[in-house]
């Protein structure tokens, strides 16, 4: 989702913009091959490698580490020292699990302690682009939305059919607007600027809360929304952190970008689709 997009905002920008897929049927010119559980290093020379590949999903990082820990940091490493070494600025897309989720608004210089398996693997993906001193870059992310969410589309699709939403009033997010971290990454990119930056909503909220907005910004009867509890679904412990916030001040003075507020970024869901 999040490389699709960040593709598409630098073709607007001009930027000539190389996409890697792992797919053999969808690579081209453009879009050269890269699976990162045996990565080959002879890709294309770039100025700028976005590390936004990944098995993204904390219950898969769970359920298999090894595997997953070969794509998300053995391949990510061996593909973000081979660019740099042919003189690419190196940016990780990493995330708030890189933290225990105990603490809000986590600072940029606070030590990562992860809770769980992806967290783990982003952290140590972490170290080894930070390792490459100006050349490396770290962005961490909390929850980034965008109106084709699946989750967002489902809700909208019941909603429109007058049938009633069950979203966890335990199950917390800091939603970010996809575009905000276009932005942040954009400025990372023209600077090549190293160390760690963090791209996240403002606030903790629940997802309760996110489908109130939706729903009367949108208009649809607010009965609908029936919160129910996470501890039912069959989602990981480590998928339920309290806080996924982190504090943008460096980013604030820098860039002037400030962590949207809570409602904003929901009321950017409704405006974009
Ligand atoms: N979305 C968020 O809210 C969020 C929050 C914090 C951090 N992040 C981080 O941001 C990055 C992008 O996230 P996303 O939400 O855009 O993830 P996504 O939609 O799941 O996309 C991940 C991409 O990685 C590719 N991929 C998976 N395994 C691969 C492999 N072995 N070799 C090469 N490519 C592989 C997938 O390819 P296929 O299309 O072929 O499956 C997919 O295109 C990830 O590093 C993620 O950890 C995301």
């Given at each position: 989702?999040?490389?699709?997009?960040?593709?598409?905002?630098?073709?607007?920008?001009?930027?000539?913009?190389?996409?890697?897929?792992r797919?053999?049927?969808?690579?081209?010119?453009?879009?050269?091959?890269l699976d990162l559980a045996s990565p080959?290093?002879?890709?294309?020379?770039?100025?700028?490698?976005?590390?936004?590949?990944?098995v993204?999903?904390?219950?898969?990082?769970?359920?298999?580490?090894?595997a997953t820990?070969r794509i998300n940091?053995d391949g990510?490493?061996?593909?973000?020292?081979?660019?740099?070494?042919?003189?690419?600025?190196?940016?990780?897309?990493?995330?708030?699990?890189?933290?225990?989720?105990?603490?809000?608004?986590?600072?940029?210089?606070?030590?990562?302690?992860?809770?769980?398996?992806?967290?783990?693997?982003?952290?140590?993906?972490?170290?080894?682009?930070?390792?490459?001193?100006?050349?490396?870059?770290?962005?961490?992310?909390?929850?980034?939305?965008?109106?084709?969410?699946?989750?967002?589309?489902?809700?909208?699709?019941?909603?429109?059919?007058?049938?009633?939403?069950?979203?966890?009033?335990?199950?917390?997010?800091?939603?970010?607007?996809?575009?905000?971290?276009?932005?942040?990454?954009?400025?990372?990119?023209?600077?090549?600027?190293?160390?760690?930056?963090?791209?996240?909503?403002?606030?903790?909220?629940?997802?309760?809360?996110?489908?109130?907005?939706?729903?009367?910004?949108?208009?649809?009867?607010?009965?609908?929304?029936?919160?129910?509890?996470?501890?039912?679904?069959?989602?990981?412990?480590?998928?339920?952190?309290?806080?996924?916030?982190?504090?943008?001040?460096?980013?604030?003075?820098?860039?002037?970008?400030?962590?949207?507020?809570?409602?904003?970024?929901?009321?950017?869901?409704?405006?974009?689709?």
């Amino acid at each position: 989702m999040i490389g699709a997009a960040l593709a598409d905002h630098f073709k607007a920008l001009g930027w000539q913009v190389q996409a890697t897929t792992r797919r053999q049927d969808q690579v081209d010119d453009n879009h050269p091959f890269l699976d990162l559980a045996s990565p080959r290093l002879d890709l294309p020379a770039a100025d700028v490698v976005i590390l936004a590949a990944a098995v993204a999903r904390i219950g898969a990082c769970e359920k298999d580490p090894v595997a997953t820990r070969r794509i998300n940091v053995d391949g990510t490493l061996a593909v973000a020292e081979y660019m740099a070494g042919q003189g690419a600025h190196i940016l990780l897309l990493s995330s708030d699990k890189a933290f225990d989720g105990t603490v809000p608004l986590r600072a940029r210089t606070d030590t990562p302690g992860p809770a769980c398996e992806y967290g783990r693997q982003k952290a140590a993906a972490e170290a080894g682009v930070l390792a490459l001193g100006e050349q490396g870059a770290v962005l961490r992310l909390s929850k980034v939305v965008e109106p084709s969410l699946e989750l967002l589309q489902d809700w909208a699709k019941d909603l429109a059919a007058g049938q009633a939403i069950t979203p966890f009033h335990d199950l917390y997010l800091a939603p970010v607007p996809v575009e905000l971290v276009a932005e942040v990454t954009t400025h990372i990119a023209e600077e090549c600027a190293g160390g760690i930056y963090h791209c996240t909503g403002g606030e903790d909220r629940s997802y309760v809360d996110l489908a109130r907005i939706l729903a009367m910004e949108s208009g649809y009867d607010p009965a609908l929304i029936q919160p129910g509890s996470c501890q039912t679904a069959d989602i990981p412990a480590a998928a339920r952190p309290r806080y996924t916030s982190l504090e943008m001040t460096l980013e604030q003075s820098r860039w002037g970008i400030a962590a949207p507020a809570f409602e904003a970024t929901a009321l950017s869901i409704i405006k974009r689709k």
